[in-house]
C-alpha cells in the first residue's frame, strides 16, 4: 500500500465514519483503488478485532481478481490473509480475514448464519451494478443488524451511484466521494453501419484503431456470440504475431480469463474482446484504446411464458462513461464508439435494476427462508413489483417449495419448510 492512489486522500474518513457509526458509503470512479485498497485499510481497526471482512463483487472473474491483487499487496499468497469464494472455487484458510465473495455466495452465506458469526464488515463493492442477489444481500443484512449485530458493519461502494439514495435506504449514513484520477480520453464517434453486422464494424474499428493508436485494445461486445465472431474474423484479417487476440467473458475458464487480463508479451500488442465484465473491478494492462460497441445483454424475465430470455440493449450514459474511461487508467487515451455523438444524450442515465425485470422466484424463497412476509419486511433500494413477487410466490406453493406459515429471522430465526423443500 505504498503508492498513492486516489482513494487514499478518503480513507481516513471512510474509517471515521465506520469507527463512530456502522454505515457507510463510498462513491469512487474506477481506477481510484477502493475495491483492493479499502479491505486493507480496515485490517486493523479497533472495532473489527479479530473478525473478518467480508467483501461482494458482482463476478467472479472480479473477485479473484481483487483477491490475488490484495494478496500481493501483503506478500502472500491467495488464501491467506485474503481469500475468495465463488461457484466451484474456493481458496480461504483459518488465516483468511479477507473474504471476497460473489454476491451469490453472501446471499447463501447469510441464510445460512443470519448473525454473521466471526465477520465484522461487509463491504458491497461495485454496487451500481444493482443485480438481484446484491440488492437481497444488502436488503438482508440490513435486517441481521438491525435484529441481530448492531456492531456489524456496512460499507456500500460504487463507481457510479446515487450516493444519496442509498444513504437514505442506510438510514442517512454518510457519504464519502472521491474523486479519483484519470488521464484524458479523446472520444472518436465512428457512426452505425447499417448494412454491415456488428462484428464487420467492430472489425473494421479495430484495424482502424491498431494503426492511428498505440497500445493495447480493449473492445466491448454485448456477448460471447459476438466475441468468438469477432476474434473468426480478426484471426483472418490480421497478418503477423504482433496482435494477440484476447477473448474475454463469464463462461470462459479461469485461465483463459486471466490470460485475457494479464500484461501481452514483450513487443505484441493485446486486443481484448470483452462482455461487460471489463466495464469496472478489473485493471486491464496496458490499455490505451477502448472500443464500444454500445450494447450489453441483460436478463428480462417473461411473465407469460414464465421464463427468462437475454435482451441485447443499449448501454446507459454511465455505462458508456465507465467503458470510456478505461482507456485513460494509465496514460491518455482514445475511445472510438459506434455510433453518433447526438445518440449518447438518447441513452438512459443508467441501467435498470435487475430487480424490476427478473424471475423473482428465487427471490421469494430466499425471502421465505429469511421469515420475510412480504417485501415490505426489507429494505430494498428498488422494491420488488408486487403483481411479479405474488406471481413468484404463487408459483413456489403449488409444488409447496413454501408454506405460508412463516416467522421472522431474529424473533424464532427461522421459517417453516416443507418436507420437499
Given amino acids: 500500500?505504498?503508492?498513492?492512489?486516489?482513494?487514499?486522500?478518503?480513507?481516513?474518513?471512510?474509517?471515521?465514519?465506520?469507527?463512530?457509526?456502522?454505515?457507510?458509503?463510498?462513491?469512487?470512479p474506477p481506477g481510484a483503488g477502493k475495491t483492493t485498497v479499502t479491505p486493507l485499510s480496515l485490517l486493523e481497526a479497533p472495532w473489527l478485532g479479530e473478525d473478518r471482512i467480508i467483501m461482494l463483487e458482482p463476478r467472479r472473474l472480479a473477485a479473484r481478481a481483487a483477491a490475488e491483487r490484495m494478496a500481493a499487496t501483503l506478500g502472500e499468497v491467495v488464501g491467506e490473509s485474503v481469500g475468495f469464494r465463488v461457484r466451484m472455487q474456493s481458496k480461504v484458510s483459518a488465516r483468511t480475514r479477507i473474504e471476497v465473495v460473489t454476491e451469490g455466495v453472501f446471499t447463501r452465506m447469510i441464510l445460512a448464519d443470519p448473525g454473521l458469526s466471526g465477520v465484522g464488515c461487509v463491504i458491497f463493492d461495485e454496487f451500481h451494478e444493482r443485480s438481484l442477489d446484491a440488492d437481497l444481500g444488502l436488503a438482508l443484512a440490513l435486517d441481521?443488524?438491525?435484529?441481530?449485530?448492531?456492531?456489524?458493519?456496512?460499507?456500500?461502494?460504487s463507481a457510479t451511484l446515487d450516493g444519496a439514495a442509498v444513504a437514505r435506504l442506510m438510514a442517512g449514513a454518510p457519504v464519502i466521494e472521491s474523486l479519483g484520477r484519470a488521464f484524458p480520453v479523446e472520444t472518436r464517434y465512428l457512426g452505425r453501419h447499417e448494412p454491415l453486422r456488428l462484428?464487420?464494424?467492430?472489425?473494421?474499428?479495430?484495424e482502424r484503431a491498431l494503426a492511428e493508436e498505440?497500445?493495447?485494445?480493449?473492445?466491448?461486445?454485448?456477448?460471447?456470440?459476438?466475441?468468438?465472431?469477432?476474434?473468426?474474423?480478426?484471426?483472418?484479417?490480421?497478418?503477423?504475431?504482433?496482435?494477440?487476440?484476447?477473448?474475454?467473458?463469464?463462461?470462459?475458464?479461469?485461465?483463459?480469463?486471466?490470460?485475457?487480463?494479464?500484461?501481452?508479451?514483450?513487443?505484441?500488442?493485446?486486443?481484448?474482446?470483452?462482455?461487460s465484465i471489463a466495464e469496472t473491478s478489473l485493471t486491464l494492462e496496458?490499455?490505451?484504446?477502448?472500443?464500444?460497441?454500445?450494447?450489453?445483454?441483460?436478463?428480462?424475465?417473461?411473465?407469460?411464458?414464465?421464463?427468462?430470455?437475454?435482451?441485447?440493449?443499449r448501454v446507459s450514459r454511465a455505462a458508456?462513461?465507465?467503458?470510456?474511461?478505461?482507456?485513460?487508467?494509465?496514460?491518455?487515451?482514445?475511445?472510438?464508439?459506434?455510433?453518433?455523438?447526438?445518440?449518447?444524450?438518447?441513452?438512459?442515465?443508467?441501467?435498470?435494476?435487475?430487480?424490476?425485470?427478473?424471475?423473482?422466484?428465487?427471490?421469494?424463497?430466499?425471502?421465505?427462508?429469511?421469515?420475510?412476509?412480504?417485501?415490505?419486511?426489507?429494505?430494498?433500494?428498488?422494491?420488488?413489483p408486487r403483481a411479479a413477487l405474488a406471481e413468484a410466490r404463487g408459483l413456489l406453493r403449488r409444488p409447496e417449495a413454501v408454506r405460508s406459515e412463516e416467522r421472522r429471522v431474529g424473533k424464532e430465526c427461522r421459517c417453516r419448510w416443507s418436507p420437499d423443500h
Fill in 286 to 313: 496496458d490499455v490505451r484504446v477502448v472500443i464500444d460497441a454500445g450494447q450489453a445483454r441483460v436478463p428480462r424475465f417473461d411473465p407469460s411464458s414464465g421464463l427468462t430470455r437475454l435482451a441485447t440493449v
Fill in 199 to 206: 462484428e464487420d464494424a467492430v472489425v473494421r474499428a479495430i
Fill in 144 to 157: 441481521a443488524q438491525g435484529l441481530l449485530r448492531d456492531d456489524l458493519r456496512l460499507l456500500v461502494m
Fill in 320 to 384: 458508456a462513461d465507465q467503458r470510456r474511461g478505461r482507456a485513460g487508467r494509465t496514460a491518455p487515451g482514445v475511445c472510438y464508439r459506434l455510433w453518433d455523438e447526438a445518440e449518447t444524450r438518447a441513452l438512459p442515465a443508467f441501467a435498470d435494476p435487475e430487480i424490476l425485470d427478473a424471475d423473482l422466484s428465487g427471490l421469494a424463497l430466499d425471502m421465505a427462508r429469511w421469515g420475510a412476509k412480504s417485501a415490505d419486511d426489507l429494505a430494498f433500494l428498488d422494491p420488488p
Fill in 214 to 275: 498505440r497500445g493495447g485494445v480493449l473492445v466491448f461486445l454485448p456477448g460471447q456470440g459476438e466475441i468468438l465472431r469477432t476474434a473468426q474474423r480478426l484471426s483472418e484479417r490480421l497478418r503477423g504475431d504482433d496482435v494477440l487476440v484476447a477473448p474475454l467473458y463469464g463462461a470462459l475458464d479461469p485461465k483463459a480469463q486471466d490470460r485475457a487480463v494479464a500484461a501481452p508479451p514483450p513487443g505484441r500488442r493485446k486486443v481484448v474482446l470483452a462482455t
Fill in 1 to 28: 500500500m505504498t503508492s498513492q492512489l486516489p482513494i487514499h486522500d478518503v480513507l481516513g474518513a471512510v474509517n471515521e465514519a465506520l469507527a463512530t457509526g456502522t454505515r457507510a458509503v463510498l462513491v469512487a
